[in-house]
């Protein structure tokens, strides 16, 4: 069966760094769109940043450009998103998960999750 499991969450300072892992299994991964998304206490899930299946094309939500940047590695079926000057805003639980290739929607399959939090 499909799995994606992210990894690398944790608790940091505003100004700091982390890079999220996810790793998936069960699927033909270099054929998949892949896409993080976030969800605050109390808000709803949105979408932050998505990577097509060849990794050439990135497309990010405007709160975390210019900070968040999203790759891939097909060769180890792996998605990352590494976070830079993170503010407590940024905190949530993070998932990735497949996507359309045209509207970046959700196609099926998610991860658990992993919980960022920025301190203050």
């Known amino acids: 069966q499909v799995q994606l499991v992210e990894s690398g969450g944790g608790l940091v300072q505003a100004g700091g760094s982390l890079r999220l892992s996810c790793a998936a299994s069960g699927l033909t991964f270099d054929s998949y769109t892949m896409a993080w998304f976030r969800q605050a206490p109390g808000k709803e899930r949105e979408f932050v940043a998505g990577?097509?299946?060849?990794?050439?094309?990135?497309y990010y939500t405007d709160s975390v450009k210019g900070r968040f940047t999203i790759s891939r590695d097909n060769a180890k079926n792996t998605v990352y998103l590494e976070m830079n000057s993170l503010k407590p805003e940024d905190t949530a639980v993070y998932y990735c998960?497949?996507?359309?290739?045209?509207?970046?929607?959700?196609?099926?399959?998610w991860g658990q999750g992993t919980q960022v939090t920025v301190s203050s």
């Open positions: 998960a497949t996507v359309y290739d045209t509207s970046w929607r959700p196609s099926g399959y």
């Open positions: 990577i097509r299946w060849g990794g050439g094309s990135t």
